[in-house]
């Protein structure tokens, strides 16, 4: 038997997997726990409470929604609610008012065309598109004052063009509210709303301009690809037309002036369908005289319509407008023109609009995500990720530069990706594990990095949706299938990566954003979280606190939140009687200036009396499924590993605490051929329990009663004590072996 004191200074690596709990030898082993529910592991090495959240109001009608973020400046962040039908504003935790009632705004989604949505922003704008309807473009004009509309696309995208030279188009004149004549039965119902670009193939009645040769007014030459008509003179003079615009003297001597008409191309919105070869439209650019002359097989018809449907994956990359993933065309992304968020008509030139079709060989998997990052624009499909970029040193992409490279195989989630450190991480098709795709210099190209790995298992209800906060942790929260959370702490430059789970007293979350504070320094996770408050079904939006164990130690010990929808009282005047109507009927605990209480039940009307008096006072839920447990203890032995020996743990185990009020830990144990484990019972972390008066959090090495019996696996588990901080830092557990 030899007795010894195996110290684990980090727990960074957070929960990991069953299947690697007898896996000593694995990089993260040290730094690991067996379960992370309700703590957050720090990349200093310690692990700390879970930040509870604060109750802010229940959603428009108390119904399921989304929260999407609105970041303008540092001191200009917003959280948009969104529900079927509505809009709301909130800023810093109040909604935006209008009058005496919250500001609303209709909007045309449903509550699963939400889920779906796609969002970027552009200074003031929010470009939304759900993949069923047109991209809508949210306008904010002040707090109280916001539209939302279709985005009015009169330039394209545009289809590939008619090659079928027995379906043509004539227009009857060259602008205004037109008709369109057609050969081949064209037309039907569908095509209203529809985008057409028309180009001539006859150029009989249009000549090429010349120099110095006779004309009479309302002649139309055709110049450097544009159509001038003669405004004034009898003689072309010896310099062509080359503007853009209205009608200018190019040769004085000859007194010809030129009026431009346009380019080749026109561009017409169907408004209505008399038969399958007539149609009415009004016109957008102005029709080229040759399609008026004669009639042309070379059109092609608006990418994104009804017919067609619309784009389902938004992105803004390099100072253009990327959509992709419609009904018709799923392996399409287009490109606005260089910065014009709206004008996608096609180009060759070097900032232009351009489409681009990604082979995916026998599959057509459709585009479901686009995400902009350090090395370029990465394509998220059910079969594979893609990454976009110029192919031209120096050079922005544009028709003749964009490529894309094959990253991965994995295929992609639903979830919109974060790129914390300029490099995607995303969910994989199966929605169970989470990827970083970083670019290797060695293969010039995407590398998967499963970051998952270590804590798989947290992937089994899958992974539905990201947000990163970066300030003041860097921490990815992951909303999973059952309605928790699992946040992910990674510093690839520290090597660190760790997982918890983070469930949030038995509400259910729909929907997570992050967004910056009134002071621009720390970010907020808010949610919408589904609760059973006082026999009813409650859609609560909730802002997480801040994370007390990992703060620099300027707040008190009274201001900690670990409690759930909870309110926050910050009084001049000391009183017993706290209104939380929110929690009428529910059993809550306090943490308070006093101590802690709990727990109480709220009474009718909501207002809770606590035994003492307190100015500072924060009354929620407690989730009493938290709980830290550290992975198999590991005995040194005389004579090779203690693996298949019986262990047990004496009192006297050295726990290191920081900024702790309050706790407990007990030893457990794990026999073989037993599904149950033993339980030594709790035994309080500090030596006096907190109680009225509470002034202090206790920083240092503390002794732990907690012991167990000879077992073949033992270890340590913590609890918290109602709202009271609490931060482990090490520990040194007195371990003895029963030797072979």
């Not at 139309?220 to 503007?243: C, E, K």
């Not at 009663?705 to 913590?718: C, K, M, P, S, V």
């Amino acid at each position: 038997m030899m007795r010894t004191t195996p110290s684990q200074a980090s727990f960074s690596s957070g929960e990991l997997d069953p299947l690697l709990h007898e896996r000593p030898d694995y990089q993260r082993f040290q730094s690991g726990l067996a379960v992370c529910r309700g703590f957050v592991p720090l990349r200093q090495g310690a692990f700390t409470r879970s930040a509870g959240t604060i109750f802010r109001a229940v959603t428009r009608g108390n119904v399921p929604g989304r929260v999407i973020r609105f970041e303008f400046a540092k001191n200009d962040a917003l959280r948009l609610e969104f529900t079927a039908g509505w809009m709301r504003v909130w800023r810093y935790g109040a909604l935006v008012m209008d009058g005496g009632s919250p500001y609303e705004l209709a909007i045309p989604y449903t509550l699963e065309q939400i889920r779906k949505l796609r969002v970027v922003q552009s200074k003031d704008v929010i470009y939304l598109a759900d993949g069923e309807q047109p991209v809508q473009k949210l306008s904010r004009f002040a707090l109280d004052n916001w539209t939302i509309a279709p985005v009015d696309y009169t330039s394209g995208p545009f289809r590939v063009q008619n090659l079928d030279e027995a379906q043509t188009m004539q227009f009857s004149a060259a602008s205004g509210s037109v008709t369109i004549t057609g050969t081949g039965d064209i037309f039907d119902a569908t095509w209203i709303g529809s985008l057409i670009q028309i180009k001539p193939t006859d150029f009989s009645n249009v000549a090429q301009w010349t120099g110095n040769t006779a004309t009479s007014v309302n002649t139309q030459f055709l110049s450097d690809g544009n159509i001038y008509r003669v405004a004034a003179g009898t003689n072309t003079g010896v310099t062509r037309p080359t503007h853009t615009e209205g009608t200018r003297l190019t040769d004085a001597s000859q007194g010809v002036k030129y009026e431009y008409l346009g380019d080749t191309t026109g561009i017409a919105r169907i408004t209505a369908v008399a038969n399958s070869n007539s149609a009415s439209a009004t016109v957008i650019k102005a029709i080229p005289q040759p399609c008026i002359d004669d009639p042309s097989y070379r059109w092609a018809e608006g990418a994104w319509s009804d017919r067609h449907g619309y784009p389902a994956a938004i992105e803004l990359f390099d100072q253009s407008f990327a959509a992709a993933g419609t009904t018709e065309e799923p392996r399409t992304i287009w490109f606005s023109t260089l910065g014009l968020l709206e004008d996608f008509e096609p180009s060759v030139e070097a900032d232009g609009s351009f489409a681009y079709a990604i082979d995916g060989g026998e599959t057509q998997n459709k585009i479901g995500w686009l995400k902009k990052s350090s090395r370029g624009i990465y394509i998220g499909a059910l079969g594979d990720i893609y990454r976009g970029y110029s192919n031209a040193s120096g050079q922005r992409i544009g028709p003749t530069t964009f490529d894309t490279d094959l990253e991965a195989t994995d295929g992609a989630g639903a979830a919109q990706p974060i790129v914390p450190y300029g490099y995607p991480i995303l969910t994989t098709k199966d929605e169970g594990r989470v990827l970083e795709i970083r670019y290797s210099f060695e293969q010039d190209g995407g590398v998967p990095l499963e970051l998952s790995l270590p804590a798989q298992h947290l992937g089994d209800q899958g992974f539905k949706e990201m947000a990163w906060q970066s300030a003041p942790l860097r921490i990815a929260n992951m909303r999973r299938g059952n309605g928790d959370l699992a946040v992910m702490i990674y510093d690839p430059n520290e090597d660190v990566l760790g997982w918890a789970q983070y469930p949030v007293a038995g509400g259910f979350v729909h929907s997570i954003a992050v967004a910056p504070d009134a002071t621009g320094t720390r970010d907020v996770l808010t949610m919408i979280v589904e609760r059973q408050l006082n026999g009813v079904t409650t859609y609560c939006v909730e802002d997480q606190a801040q994370l007390f164990g990992a703060l620099p130690g300027i707040a008190a010990i009274e201001d900690a939140n670990h409690l759930f929808c909870a309110s926050v009282f910050d009084l001049g005047v000391a009183t017993d009687t706290f209104a939380v109507p929110h929690l009428e009927g529910e059993d809550v605990y306090a943490w308070t200036d006093q101590g802690r209480y709990g727990p109480l039940t709220v009474p009718a009307g909501g207002d809770l009396i606590l035994p003492a008096e307190c100015r500072k006072a924060v009354i929620g839920l407690l989730d009493e499924t938290h709980f830290v447990e550290t992975l198999d203890i590991q005995a040194a032995t005389e004579n090779g590993s203690s693996k298949g020996r019986k262990r047990r743990l004496h009192t006297g185990s050295g726990i290191g605490i920081h900024r702790t009020a309050a706790g407990e830990v007990e030893g457990v144990e794990y026999h073989s051929g037993r599904d149950a484990l033993l339980e030594s019972g709790y035994v309080s972390l500090l030596p006096q329990s907190v109680a009225a008066d509470l002034t202090t959090a206790y920083t240092g090495m503390v002794k732990s009663e907690a012991a167990t019996g000879y077992a073949d696996r033992i270890g340590l588990r913590f609890r918290p004590i109602g709202g009271a901080p609490m931060t482990i830092t090490s520990i040194t557990p007195n371990v003895e072996e029963s030797g072979p």
